[in-house]
């Protein structure tokens, strides 16, 4: 490469929780750099996940922290030209890739919802998500499945 790579930007801990996880998905939630409108959202949410799981002894963050676990995919394919052929090739995810994907694939399965609101929709999708269920674990499913299925070309592995 010629250019150097950027330095990464440090990312500021949400105004209630003090969490830098909370504002990189407040990030991926905002349109149009609405941030205020993007936290309104995500804390409606984590209220209304509260509300919903009130048996459950954990709080409505450590609800989404595991949410966001259940759906992290730890495995993908990416194509790769060979001789002339495309093999999907089954490659482990870096960490940070890990975190953005899953709270993409969250965020992108709560607004596909059915709803009122978006932050109902990301509160179905969040308990959906804890309850190993819904639109975002079953991309992770198919993402496992996938690279299950081409472990034959793991050797291709750069």
Known sequence: MRKAKPKKRQVLPDPVYGDTK?????????????????????????NNV???????????????????????????????????????VPTEIRPDRKESVSMKNMIAFS???????????????????FNNQGGAFKRKEDMHRMAEANRAFAHFRF
């Open 22 to 46: 909370v504002t990189k998905f407040v990030n991926h939630l905002m349109y149009d750099g609405k941030k205020s409108i993007a936290y309104e959202i995500f804390y409606t949410a984590l």
């Open 50 to 88: 509260k509300t919903k799981l009130a048996n459950e002894e954990k709080s409505a963050l450590e609800i989404w922290k595991q949410a966001l676990d259940n759906i992290t995919p730890l495995v993908e394919v990416k194509s790769r030209r060979i001789g002339g052929a495309t093999f999907q």
């Open 111 to 129: 607004r596909k919802r059915g709803g009122k609101s978006m932050a109902d929709k990301l509160a179905a999708e969040i308990v959906d998500a």
